[in-house]
């Protein structure tokens, strides 16, 4: 006899189960922070107003340069087909693989005072350590790989067919792209720009290595919990979450209503 299958109630038990669990592991840390938080003294460690102007100023124009000089790119690597094509994306993939320390190390060699590129920078007056432009140096190489790849899945959904009518009808390449993909592709670039601020905010490694100075959030939460312990960090940790979660969240699910 063929068993009778099981009530849907049941098949959805398991898989239920393992989700909420799933969830619970996702939010516990943030429920532990909110517990632990002494909300009566809620009071910024000294420093940290700084800290907060310096990640909220020079992230954003760190998000600039890579909205400015990823979506070309990622438009490119979408609509290009060259033999090299892979070394390209393995080229642009490699800061993404690559441990934040080790990349920041990388670019003290490239970028430090004893580097050709330094001395050049120096004689410019600019300084690519310890400065403003380090960090949104940091910054762009630790943001730029998220975008162009969340850009790029997002230029490849575009169909061809829309192009190639826009480019017969006697627009320009450029138009075409502006008119045409670019608005077809903005939900997958509004992800894609959600990911690159969020991981230009909280980008740690590389900065601690180029630019210890001047100290964003993710360097004076670490200076903190050494200073102070770990209940110390908390006041600084929910402005981070306060200033870094609104703009992908609100552009996430945009995207999603928008895809949908």
């Given at each position: 006899?063929?068993?009778?299958?099981?009530?849907?109630?049941?098949?959805?038990?398991?898989?239920?189960?393992?989700?909420?669990?799933?969830?619970?592991?996702?939010v516990g840390p943030f429920a532990a922070l909110a517990l632990g938080?002494?909300?009566?003294?809620?009071?910024?460690?000294?420093?940290?107003?700084?800290?907060i102007i310096t990640s909220l100023g020079l992230s954003l124009v760190s998000l600039?340069?890579?909205?400015?000089?990823?979506?070309?790119?990622?438009?490119?690597?979408?609509?290009?087909?060259?033999?090299?094509?892979?070394?390209i994306e393995a080229l642009v993939l490699l800061p993404l693989l690559t441990p934040p320390l080790a990349l920041g190390i990388m670019l003290a060699a490239l970028y430090g005072p004893q580097s050709a590129i330094g001395h050049f920078?120096?004689?410019?007056?600019i300084s690519l350590t310890n400065s403003a432009p380090a960090f949104v140096l940091?910054?762009?190489?630790g943001a730029m790989p998220?975008?162009?790849?969340?850009?790029?899945?997002?230029?490849?959904?575009?169909p061809r067919d829309y192009e190639q009518i826009s480019l017969t009808l006697g627009k320009t390449r450029w138009q075409t792209f502006w008119r045409i993909s670019l608005p077809l592709a903005r939900a997958g670039v509004a992800a894609g720009a959600a990911l690159a601020w969020v991981r230009a905010m909280g980008e740690f490694g590389i900065v601690l290595i180029i630019a210890y100075f001047?100290?964003?959030?993710?360097?004076?939460?670490?200076?903190?919990?050494?200073?102070?312990?770990?209940?110390?960090?908390?006041?600084?940790?929910?402005?981070?979450f306060a200033l870094a979660l609104p703009l992908p969240l609100v552009l996430g699910l945009r995207s999603r209503r928008v895809a949908g």
């Amino acid at each position: 006899m063929i068993p009778a299958p099981a009530p849907r109630e049941h098949r959805l038990l398991v898989p239920g189960l393992m989700a909420l669990l799933v969830l619970a592991l996702l939010v516990g840390p943030f429920a532990a922070l909110a517990l632990g938080t002494d909300w009566r003294h809620f009071d910024l460690a000294e420093g940290d107003g700084a800290a907060i102007i310096t990640s909220l100023g020079l992230s954003l124009v760190s998000l600039a340069m890579i909205l400015v000089l990823g979506t070309p790119l990622a438009w490119w690597l979408a609509r290009t087909r060259f033999r090299a094509q892979v070394l390209i994306e393995a080229l642009v993939l490699l800061p993404l693989l690559t441990p934040p320390l080790a990349l920041g190390i990388m670019l003290a060699a490239l970028y430090g005072p004893q580097s050709a590129i330094g001395h050049f920078m120096a004689a410019l007056g600019i300084s690519l350590t310890n400065s403003a432009p380090a960090f949104v140096l940091a910054q762009v190489y630790g943001a730029m790989p998220y975008y162009l790849v969340a850009a790029r899945a997002a230029f490849e959904a575009v169909p061809r067919d829309y192009e190639q009518i826009s480019l017969t009808l006697g627009k320009t390449r450029w138009q075409t792209f502006w008119r045409i993909s670019l608005p077809l592709a903005r939900a997958g670039v509004a992800a894609g720009a959600a990911l690159a601020w969020v991981r230009a905010m909280g980008e740690f490694g590389i900065v601690l290595i180029i630019a210890y100075f001047p100290q964003g959030i993710p360097v004076k939460l670490w200076v903190n919990l050494q200073d102070d312990g770990l209940s110390a960090v908390y006041p600084l940790l929910w402005c981070f979450f306060a200033l870094a979660l609104p703009l992908p969240l609100v552009l996430g699910l945009r995207s999603r209503r928008v895809a949908g």
